[in-house]
């Protein structure tokens, strides 16, 4: 079952294809962070993005497929990570790229439809965490280059370094409501490098290879 939640993204279409995944993933976007998951139908977002139900249903077959390829389409059309020359840099640049994501009024909504999903339904969870996935791997090497270069310590988990920038981001969208703003960017890129410095991320032993 797994397997055919995620199928609807396994593909990279090109010519029409690629039009109509173009399509139907705009208005499942639109549709999310509308309505939320729970309201999104199918059928609507057939009608909505001018595609045939049995397309629809044939390559998506469910919301959670819809919002599976949504999510691995903006992980395909995010930007490659930063590369200013220091730890600090790039993880402010990650930070403002969060914060510009999700103090968008169309993302903003889209990603707090998702995460809500996820809560609750399973497919979705695994969509959002391959999501994430791919964008803690492609940034990961900002904080390998960083131990080489020794600004971070031996061990230092890059993952870890990434959700420590992002986190306090996203629980102010979720949680606090404070504002997500530069300021914001700033003081988690700021906070998560103190940690790094005093080695809070280091998760293993130097030589011990990766899991």
Not at 49 to 77: C, H, I, N, S
Request: a negative charge; proline letters at 5%.
């Amino acid at each position: 079952m797994e397997h055919d939640e995620l199928a609807p993204g396994s593909v990279r279409p090109g010519g029409r294809t690629a039009r109509v995944r173009e399509a139907v993933l705009r208005v499942t976007g639109d549709l999310l962070a509308d309505r939320g998951f729970a309201h999104l139908d199918l059928n609507e977002v057939a009608a909505r993005a001018e595609v045939g139900k049995t397309t629809v249903y044939r390559r998506w077959r469910t919301p959670t497929g819809l919002v599976t390829d949504l999510l691995v389409d903006m992980a395909e059309q995010s930007l490659p990570h930063a590369d200013t020359g220091s730890l600090l840099g790039d993880l402010t640049v990650n930070a403002r790229l969060v914060v510009k994501t999700l103090a968008d009024p169309r993302q903003g909504k889209l990603f707090q439809a998702v995460i809500v999903a996820a809560t609750w339904d399973e497919s979705a969870a695994t969509a959002l965490r391959r999501f994430y996935d791919v964008r803690l791997t492609e940034w990961s090497a900002c904080v390998e280059a960083a131990i080489a270069r020794g600004e971070a310590p031996e061990g230092t988990d890059p993952r870890a370094v990434l959700s420590a920038v992002s986190g306090p981001l996203y629980y102010r969208l979720l949680a606090s409501g404070d504002p997500v703003d530069d300021a914001a960017a700033t003081m988690a890129a700021e906070a998560a490098m103190h940690a790094v410095t005093a080695g809070a991320f280091v998760t293993r032993a130097v030589g011990e290879p990766r899991r």
